[in-house]
C-alpha cells in the first residue's frame, strides 16, 4: 500500500491516515478504501493512485484502484441519495454491490462525505460493515471544512 506522506499534516489528518491504513491492514478481504466528500472528490485513499496522461498529450487524471474506487463511490452515492428521494426512504446508511469478483461497501459519513471499500468476493460482510462502522463513527465527527480542505490538497500533492 502506498500512502501520501503524513509529514506536515495535522494530529487529525494523521489519525484519519491511520485509520484508513488500519482498515485496510487489519480487515481480511479488503483491496482498498477511500473517503469521498459531498462533492465527491477523494479525501483519503489507500492507494493514491497516479497522475497518468491521455493519449494524444494533455493532463491526465488520477488512476489506480482508490482512484476508481473514488469515482464508483460518488456514482453510487449519488444513485442512491437520489432514490432515497425518490422512494421518500430518507436518508441513505449504506449501499452493497455484490458481484461475481468483489463486493463494494459505501457508508455514509455524518458530514455528507462516504466510506467506499472494495473487496473481495468471499469477505466477511459483516465484518468489513462492522470495521466501515467504527471508522464512520471515529472520522464523522473530525471531517471539518478546515480539514476536508488540508486532505484535499494532500492528495493532490501526492498525484
Known amino acids: ?10 494530529t487529525e489528518a494523521r489519525n484519519l491516515h491511520w485509520l484508513l491504513s488500519n482498515l485496510v491492514e487489519e480487515v481480511p478481504g479488503v483491496h482498498s478504501v477511500t473517503v469521498v466528500s459531498s462533492d465527491g472528490l477523494m479525501l483519503l485513499s489507500s492507494d493514491p ?15 489506480g484502484s482508490s482512484a ?12 442512491t441519495i437520489g432514490a432515497a428521494k425518490l422512494m421518500d426512504g430518507g436518508g441513505v446508511k449504506q449501499t452493497m454491490v455484490a458481484m461475481d469478483e468483489g ?15 472494495h473487496a473481495t468476493p468471499d469477505c466477511d460482510m459483516s465484518v468489513i460493515a462492522y470495521h466501515m462502522a467504527l471508522f464512520v463513527g471515529r472520522a464523522g465527527h473530525v471531517l471539518t471544512p478546515e480539514l476536508r480542505s488540508e486532505l484535499r490538497k494532500s492528495m493532490e500533492s501526492t498525484q
Open 103 to 117: 463486493s463494494v461497501f459505501v457508508m455514509s459519513i455524518s458530514d455528507g462525505s462516504l466510506l467506499g471499500v
Open 68 to 79: 476508481d474506487l473514488a469515482t464508483i463511490v460518488s456514482g453510487i452515492g449519488s444513485l
Open 1 to 10: 500500500m502506498t500512502a501520501p506522506s503524513t509529514f506536515g499534516l495535522s
Open 49 to 63: 493512485g497516479h497522475l497518468v496522461a491521455p493519449a494524444g498529450g494533455g493532463q491526465g487524471g488520477p488512476r
